[in-house]
């Protein structure tokens, strides 16, 4: 198996494109947080999870047909994503305006209350003699 066959099964299997990035052959267009990857290595390569800009887990094949049921067989391995359930990464990203504009919405509205939180402290601590 080759990179090419191997982005053409697993797209069969309903892997979703999102999970693995696979240079020159099947690259991750918004990368999440984290995802698997098969890359060219020095005589060879190498298999892998990238998380948070760190590669763990990585295993170097000196076949790329080994590294490419490698990585298969980790992302057969994972639990498929409900149907029914969550966003997928294009839902969020057309959404991501409205999502801006709220979270711009909830921060001025929690400034504003702090400044009135504020300001009424401040005309309790003036009393009688102390004004």
């Keep these: 198996m080759d990179r090419?066959?191997?982005?053409?099964?697993?797209?069969?299997d309903g892997i979703p494109d999102a999970l693995y990035d696979i240079p020159g052959v099947h690259d991750i267009p918004v990368q999440p947080d984290a995802y698997y990857f098969?890359?060219?290595?020095?005589?060879?390569w190498t298999v892998g999870l990238r998380e948070r800009s760190?590669?763990?887990d990585t295993r170097w094949f000196s076949s790329e047909d080994a590294a490419c049921r490698e990585l298969r067989a980790k992302l057969?391995?994972?639990?498929?994503?409900s149907p029914a359930g969550g966003e997928g990464i294009e839902d969020v990203l057309a959404e991501s305006e409205e999502i801006r504009r709220r979270a711009w919405q909830d921060f001025e509205r929690a400034l504003r209350e702090r400044e009135q939180r504020e300001q009424r402290g401040r005309r309790g601590q003036r009393g009688p003699g102390n004004e």
């Design 4 to 12: 090419r066959e191997l982005v053409r099964t697993l797209r069969a």
């Design 38 to 44: 098969l890359r060219p290595a020095a005589g060879g």
């Design 54 to 56: 760190r590669d763990r």
């Design 76 to 81: 057969s391995a994972s639990p498929a994503p």
